[in-house]
């Protein structure tokens, strides 16, 4: 099974991209990339699944909006029940700017067999899409009592709260269920590292714009990290905030989910 994680530009800003496969019951960092237009990302995720191949691909944007304005009912949702965390998100509705570019990114999804799985039967082979939020995913993933605030704010503060998310995947994601083959797999520092230019994580001095592009690679593999544990463990393990009709956001949880 296949699991990409797309961390959207939802205007024109360029998009992060992670590439996990299970091979052998670990999750395998098979690409890390960033690329800027819609065409692009959808030529790679082609080549990363091809026709006949199950996959899951988690965007972080907004790709079902019904309402014409305000906020969706996840939107909302997100803080009620995590805004105490700093982890509400943004509003989105048909009105805005950025509506039309990242639903239509979704119908692109469609368009190739990835269907809308707000519920979802574990381990279940199939193409499909969904909605993810790293905010909240990181709190719970990792056990925080608040975000890690690595995207505004002194280029410093946020060079830390980068770093302290780049730790929490290296040494956190190998123990939990499904794990990442870190390990094993010798191209995950190259990818992670290697692939963030002048290695930020062994040097206190970098550009924002570094940073910005180191951000959107790490937020990928949370997104990609999400769709295999929706996979993995679906509502047993995982909150749905909203429905296919309203637009909905999976967030994960670490313990068996008692909303049910």
């Known amino acids: 099974m296949k699991f990409l994680g797309i961390d959207l530009g939802w205007k024109s800003q360029p998009s992060g991209l992670c590439?996990?496969?299970?091979?052998?019951?670990?999750?395998?960092?098979k690409d890390l990339d960033r690329l800027d237009a819609i065409a692009d990302i959808l030529v790679w995720v082609d080549n990363c699944v091809k026709a006949d191949e199950s996959?899951?691909?988690?965007?972080?944007?907004?790709?079902?909006?019904?309402?014409?304005?305000?906020?969706?009912?996840?939107?909302?949702?997100?803080?009620?029940?995590?805004?105490?965390?700093?982890?509400?998100?943004?509003?989105?509705?048909?009105?805005?700017?950025?509506?039309?570019?990242?639903?239509?990114?979704?119908l692109e999804l469609e368009s190739r067999g990835y269907l809308h799985a707000p519920t979802m039967e574990a381990q279940k082979l199939g193409r499909y899409q969904i909605e993810v939020f790293p905010h909240p995913a990181i709190v719970q993933l990792f056990g925080l009592q608040k975000i890690l605030k690595y995207k505004k704010g002194r280029i410093s503060d946020r060079h830390l709260e980068l770093t302290k998310l780049y730790n929490y995947i290296i040494d956190i994601l190998p123990s939990l269920e499904p794990s990442l083959d870190k390990d094993t797999n010798s191209h995950f520092l190259k990818f992670v590292r290697g692939a963030c230019p002048q290695d930020i994580f062994l040097t206190s001095t970098c550009s924002g714009k570094i940073l910005k592009a180191v951000e959107d690679k790490l937020d990928s593999i949370i997104c990609a990290?999400?769709?295999?544990?929706?996979?993995?463990?679906?509502?047993r393990r995982n909150l749905v905030l909203g429905d296919a009709s309203t637009g909905y956001i999976v967030i994960p949880e670490q313990n068996d989910n008692l909303h049910l």
């Open 225 to 235: 990290y999400v769709a295999a544990y929706w996979w993995y463990w679906g509502e």
């Open 19 to 29: 590439y996990l496969e299970l091979i052998d019951g670990k999750l395998q960092l």
């Open 55 to 106: 996959a899951i691909i988690a965007v972080d944007a907004p790709t079902l909006i019904p309402n014409a304005t305000g906020s969706r009912l996840p939107d909302k949702l997100t803080h009620k029940h995590f805004g105490k965390y700093h982890a509400g998100c943004y509003p989105a509705n048909l009105g805005l700017a950025f509506a039309q570019r990242t639903v239509n990114f979704g």
